[in-house]
């Protein structure tokens, strides 16, 4: 990756950190820690990985994203509306009534949104059974999807990834948002996962654990993925809740926030002077 496209990316993960806190602020609350954590991963999707087209939401031709952890909806909405899905101008009616985008990830109210999550566990399951349609009807189209690390205490994950390795989806890619937190705290206190990359690997994947924020190290082993035969794909992204935010990330407590306009503007500050810093930045 050369030095402009990483800066460029770098300054899209930070646009989109910019307007989630925006939605966040609106709202008064909500998912902070989760949708922050991802948020690298969606600049590089979002970047030229993905097959996409934002004014045909509906293409047939498109790849497809699933956020199994659909209550982190909120980065994904901010990423959207940055690509021209829809108006930035949505973001600031994240879940108030009659909104387009609710809390938790809904195809049939938001362009874009390929898959409607919340119900943790079962997005790997729609998401096999996509890669295993295109599989079935000879199409190209990749399968793309995240899973929280406290949701792989749900069986129906390892149910996916036994199906998805014997019908042998090398066009599924999924990426687990390993942040070591969950709803009801730390993930080795509530149920030790181990190393996840290896499970995947017993199971029949191509898998790999990956810096989850940097951008360099997470578009190469998608490539790497895109290039493996045979198999379906594991990303274990090793990443930090609430991050890009100092105090969201030093935060015990983060998966849902209570959040004040003071903190908010906080953010917000520290979030617009880094991004001062990287539009200033000299790259070749």
């Not at 966040?24 to 996409?52: E, Q, R, T, W």
């Not at 609710?102 to 997005?123: E, F, I, N």
Request: glycine share 10%.
């Amino acid at each position: 990756m050369n030095a402009k496209r990483k800066n460029e990316l770098k300054k899209f993960a930070t646009r989109i950190r910019i307007e989630t806190m925006k939605e966040f602020k609106a709202s008064g609350f909500g998912h902070i820690g989760g949708a922050l954590s991802m948020v690298d991963l969606l600049s590089v999707l979002y970047s030229g990985i993905m097959k996409i087209d934002p004014q045909r939401p509906d293409w047939d031709g498109r790849d497809r994203l699933v956020i199994s952890k659909g209550h982190a909806g909120p980065s994904l909405y901010a990423t959207l509306a940055l690509k021209g899905y829809f108006p930035l101008n949505w973001l600031v009616t994240l879940n108030k009534p009659h909104t387009r985008l609710p809390s938790h990830c809904d195809r049939t109210k938001t362009p874009g949104v390929d898959m409607t999550t919340g119900a943790l566990g079962q997005g790997i399951s729609t998401a096999l059974g996509m890669a295993l349609g295109f599989k079935l009807d000879g199409k190209d189209n990749r399968v793309y999807v995240v899973l929280g690390d406290g949701e792989c205490d749900e069986g129906q994950i390892w149910e996916g990834a036994l199906f998805s390795a014997h019908h042998q989806l090398d066009n599924l890619i999924v990426f687990v948002d390993n942040n070591g937190k969950q709803l009801d705290g730390y993930t080795d206190d509530v149920l030790k996962l181990g190393d996840l990359a290896a499970k995947f690997a017993e199971f029949g994947w191509a898998a790999q654990t990956v810096d989850g924020g940097d951008i360099e190290q997470i578009e190469s082993a998608i490539e790497t993925a895109k290039e493996t035969k045979g198999k379906p794909s594991c990303l274990v992204l090793k990443t930090i809740k609430g991050a890009g935010i100092k105090e969201f990330e030093e935060m015990q407590a983060n998966h849902h926030i209570i959040l004040s306009a003071e903190m908010a503007d906080k953010a917000l500050k520290d979030l617009n002077d880094l991004m001062n810093a990287l539009n200033e930045e000299v790259v070749v």
